[in-house]
């Protein structure tokens, strides 16, 4: 049976296993030899990433032509609107290709959310506000481009779900062998 590991990746960690120099990687804290990342996180965002040791779910997971569904908190700056979340529920004209449609709803800060080092940068006499987006595609920074383009920056991201499998209550740099049920869920 294939191997899957799920892994909360913590700010400032890069998805390889090979040393870069400058930021930890993978290696730092999955000690496990012949498993791959099935997709990718930005050095500064935070949460759920999937390894595998099976090349065709490695595919599988990361390709957008499956379509498996990936759902993210992102910290805005601002207070969000409803004219903003419509934008996003319908697709974001990025420059270079539009968005497909998103799921987008305002949310108060998620529960059991983990203290964030670096913190943020705060403003004093701006608010900050919570989105949890679900898309079925993702390009390169696609979520913190979207926010951006309707007018709220993204502070803080952290992809919480991938298809079934949730980070559950895994704390950065922490990780676990997925359930048979999930594995089952994945295919």
Same mark, same amino acid.
């Given at each position: 049976?294939?191997?899957?590991?799920?892994?909360?990746?913590?700010? $400032?960690?890069?998805?390889?296993?090979?040393?870069?120099?400058?930021?930890?990687?993978?290696?730092?804290?999955?000690?496990?030899?012949?498993?791959?990342?099935?997709?990718?996180?930005?050095?500064?965002?935070?949460?759920?990433?999937?390894?595998? &040791? &099976?090349?065709?779910?490695?595919?599988?997971? !990361?390709?957008?032509?499956?379509?498996?569904?990936?759902?993210?908190?992102?910290?805005? =700056?601002?207070?969000? &609107?409803?004219?903003?979340?419509? !934008?996003?529920?319908?697709?974001?004209?990025? $420059?270079?290709?539009?968005?497909?449609?998103?799921?987008?709803?305002?949310?108060? =800060?998620?529960?059991?959310? %983990?203290?964030?080092?670096?913190?943020?940068?705060?403003?004093?006499?701006?608010?900050?506000? %919570?989105? =949890?987006?679900?898309?079925?595609?993702?390009?390169?920074?696609?979520?913190r481009r979207m926010?951006a383009k309707v $007018?709220?920056?993204?502070?803080?991201?952290?992809?919480?779900?991938?298809?079934?499998?949730?980070? =559950?209550?895994?704390?950065?740099?922490?990780?676990?062998?997925?359930?048979? !049920?999930?594995?089952?869920?994945?295919?």
């Amino acid at each position: 049976m294939s191997r899957i590991v799920v892994f909360n990746k913590p700010y $400032g960690v890069i998805c390889q296993f090979s040393p870069d120099g400058k930021h930890p990687t993978l290696k730092d804290f999955i000690p496990i030899p012949g498993i791959y990342p099935a997709g990718r996180l930005d050095t500064d965002s935070e949460g759920l990433l999937i390894l595998t &040791d &099976d090349g065709a779910l490695q595919h599988r997971l !990361a390709h957008p032509i499956h379509k498996l569904p990936k759902t993210y908190w992102a910290q805005v =700056e601002g207070a969000v &609107d409803g004219i903003a979340l419509q !934008a996003l529920q319908s697709g974001v004209n990025l $420059g270079d290709f539009i968005t497909l449609p998103a799921q987008a709803r305002a949310i108060t =800060e998620p529960a059991n959310l %983990w203290v964030r080092l670096p913190p943020i940068r705060e403003r004093k006499n701006i608010p900050t506000s %919570w989105i =949890e987006l679900v898309l079925k595609e993702g390009k390169n920074r696609q979520v913190r481009r979207m926010t951006a383009k309707v $007018g709220y920056p993204t502070l803080r991201l952290i992809r919480c779900q991938i298809g079934s499998i949730t980070l =559950e209550k895994l704390m950065p740099g922490e990780y676990r062998e997925a359930t048979v !049920a999930e594995f089952a869920a994945l295919n």
